[in-house]
T-cell receptor
Framework: SQQGEEDPQALSIQEGENATMNCSYK?????LQWYRQNSGRGLVHLIL?????REKHSGRLRVTLDTSKKSSSLLITASRAADTASYFC???????????FGTGTSLTVIP | DTGVSQNPRHKITKRGQNVTFRCDPI?????LYWYRQTLGQGPEFLTY????????KSRLLSDRFSAERPKGSFSTLEIQRTEQGDSAMYLC??????????????FGQGTRLTVV
């Protein structure tokens, strides 16, 4: 079964706006990662945040992690049409080795 | 190209036939993963290798599925007696564990299997 769940399932915004998507997970984790997937393609790694970190930035991406609530958020600032894709969070459970993916958020950025 | 490579990109097969997919990971990566993804869902873990050892298999991996990673380099995933329910995208990923490795997984483009 999948570990995580993204919210919302789908998000549609205008170019230039910010997009926020959330991920909730079930068990204690080693780290949490966010991936992007364009339609019919493989996944592209975006950012990794460790369980002892609360916030990380990479370019227009900002990720937060709240281990007490077992949740993470991904913020994409100043969105572009090219950001249109599905976004997945993946967790590595504490003591585990595989990545468990959520169900994904489908983001559409309207030019 | 130094990324993860998967072949073939697409495979159409008749029900009951056997199929084999290949994954070439990033050369220095010691971990290799197989995932399956159906439309509208996130990838589901199938199995992973550390070097040539298959360390974990999901319950999703029925007896008809077998994966190998001889010599700890490329990997193959074979599905025997394919069923329509096997239709999915099969994704391979690799990562580097240990040292400065941060355990990000890098994915290939996937092999899309259609069983007719």
């Amino acid at each position: 079964s999948q570990q995580g769940e993204e919210d919302p399932q789908a998000l549609s915004i205008q170019e230039g706006e910010n997009a926020t998507m959330n991920c909730s997970y079930k068990t204690s984790i080693n780290n949490l990662q966010w991936y992007r997937q364009n339609s019919g393609r493989g996944l592209v790694h975006l950012i990794l945040i460790r369980s002892n970190e609360r916030e990380k930035h990479s370019g227009r991406l900002r990720v937060t992690l709240d281990t007490s609530k077992k949740s993470s958020s991904l913020l994409i600032t100043a969105s572009r049409a090219a950001d249109t894709a599905s976004y997945f969070c993946a967790t590595v459970p504490l003591g585990g080795n595989q990545f468990y993916f959520g169900t994904g958020t489908s983001l559409t950025v309207i030019p | 190209d130094t990324g993860v490579s998967q072949n073939p990109r697409h495979k159409i097969t008749k029900r009951g036939q056997n199929v084999t997919f290949r994954c070439d990971p990033i050369s220095e990566h010691n971990r290799l993963y197989w995932y399956r993804q159906t439309l509208g869902q996130g990838p589901e873990f199938l199995t992973y290798f550390q070097n040539e050892a298959q360390l974990e298999k999901s319950r999703l991996l029925s007896d008809r599925f077998s994966a190998e990673r001889p010599k700890g380099s490329f990997s193959t995933l074979e599905i025997q007696r394919t069923e329509q329910g096997d239709s999915a995208m099969y994704l391979c990923a690799s990562s580097l564990l240990g040292g400065k490795g941060r355990a990000e997984a890098f994915f290939g483009q996937g092999t899309r299997l259609t069983v007719v």
